[in-house]
């Protein structure tokens, strides 16, 4: 329920709405002039609102005569309501916009500026269910104009305001804190490894640990795609330690002898050798103990480890290791893809104390690693109610309750 002092108004009674414009692009004098030119890829995200700032193009006098672009006073708000429906700018200075944008100026003795483009936000969902769909999705100015909304009179609209500010700070302050610890939670693992791997054993390569492989997983056509035998893939892997049972293995049809070539066996060693990005390439996982018969893409090559010599999770621990993530970008090739090859596994480098030491250091790894997965885990189920705080402050301000 909205307090009795809080009145039902129009969009356009409360506020001067416009348009915008683009001018000619065949007549270079309409352009690079004094006036700021607005296009909605001048503002932030969805669900911010910014204070208008330097934009990427402007328009001359001649440009701003010569289209249907309007110049805008100061002290009004943006509204892009074309294709990204909802990004949200305040000006202070004269500016003009594309026609992706509805310009309120409001109407002083009716709204605030800022309570304005609080409410727009507020209302940004209820805005987009008016858009009709041509060749792209737009809000008609005319539905635009016609919605209606209740504000109360200007001092409490500026008290709002002032509470809306301040508990957006709130918000920022907790988003930044939440950001801070999950980069700190994703920093456990690798110093932990980094730690671990500093010890005085000496190295040897891997060529000297393989007891199989590597060899590059199989290929074919999307056509033989769909049944079949399980196949491994990269988004199957999870967080680059183990094999992802929660995700579905998608199925192929395979030859015998194809069968046997590709198979996963349980403490097989899955590393990825191709990616866009850097970043992915020599991710790694342990195979377990398989339900049935599985085989791995051609993006990912398999290796089997000598347990006479290492123990496979000591290996994988080293392979997500600041120290052999630095020599794998060493030997990386970046074209199109980044990629590394055998050649270039078999040369890594990691230190091999006796098996006795690998089996302590893959326990205390083994820890430290399921506690930054907790942590990490619990951080997203924490993230959840708090990405939706910024819009509870919006709905409470709008009914009358903050």
């Known amino acids: 329920m909205f307090p009795n002092t809080w009145k039902s108004y129009r969009l356009d009674e409360i506020a001067l709405i416009q348009g915008g414009g683009t001018p000619t692009r065949a007549e270079p004098a309409f352009f ?6 607005v296009t909605p890829t001048d503002l932030g995200p969805i669900g911010q609102i910014s204070e208008l700032g330097s ?3 402007s328009i001359t006098e001649l440009g701003l005569q010569k289209s249907s672009a309007k110049l805008i006073e100061p002290s009004s708000v943006l509204f892009s309501s074309r294709a990204s429906i909802g990004k949200i700018a305040v000006s202070d200075k004269y500016f003009t916009t594309n026609q992706g944008f509805a310009n309120f100026t409001p109407f002083k ?8 483009a609080f409410i727009l936000r507020r209302y940004t969902k209820e805005i987009t269910a008016l858009a009709s769909k041509t060749t792209f999705l737009e809000v008609p100015r005319g539905k635009l104009k016609a919605f209606e909304i209740k504000i109360p009179p200007l001092a409490e609209q500026r008290r709002i305001v002032a509470r809306i500010k301040e508990c957006m700070e709130r918000v920022e302050e907790i988003e930044a804190l939440r950001a801070d610890i999950r980069v700190e939670s994703s920093a456990i693992s690798a110093g932990a490894r980094f730690d671990a791997f500093q010890i005085s054993a000496s190295t040897v390569k891997f ?5 199989r492989g590597p060899t590059n997983g199989i290929y074919k056509h999307a056509n033989y795609y769909g049944s079949g035998t399980p196949i491994l893939r990269i988004d199957n892997f999870n967080g ?28 097989d060693i899955v590393i990825n050798r191709v990616n866009g990005s850097l970043d992915v390439v020599g991710k790694a996982c342990l195979i377990p103990m398989l339900k049935e018969p599985t085989v791995f893409e051609s993006n990912m090559m398999c290796l089997s480890i000598d347990k006479a010599r290492a123990i496979p999770r000591y290996v994988l ?10 020599q794998i970008k060493s030997k990386a090739r970046v074209i199109q893809q980044a990629s590394i090859n055998q050649k270039d596994v078999g040369s890594f480098e990691l230190p091999l104390p006796s098996l006795e030491v690998q089996a302590e250091i893959v326990s205390n790894l083994d820890a430290v690693c399921s506690l930054a997965s907790q942590l990490s885990l619990e951080q997203k189920e924490g993230d959840l109610p708090a990405s939706n705080l910024g819009e509870s402050i919006l709905r409470k301000a709008f009914a009358g309750e903050l």
């Open 32 to 37: 690079n002039g004094e006036i700021p030119w």
């Open 207 to 211: 060529d000297n640990i393989i007891d």
């Open 240 to 267: 680059g330690d183990i094999l992802d049972s929660r995700k579905e293995l998608k199925r192929l049809q395979l030859e015998d002898s194809e069968l046997e070539r590709f198979q996963l066996r349980a403490n």
């Open 317 to 326: 621990h080293f392979l997500a290791s600041p120290q052999c993530r630095d």
């Open 55 to 57: 934009v990427k193009e």
């Open 109 to 116: 003795d009716k709204v605030d500026l800022w309570f304005l």
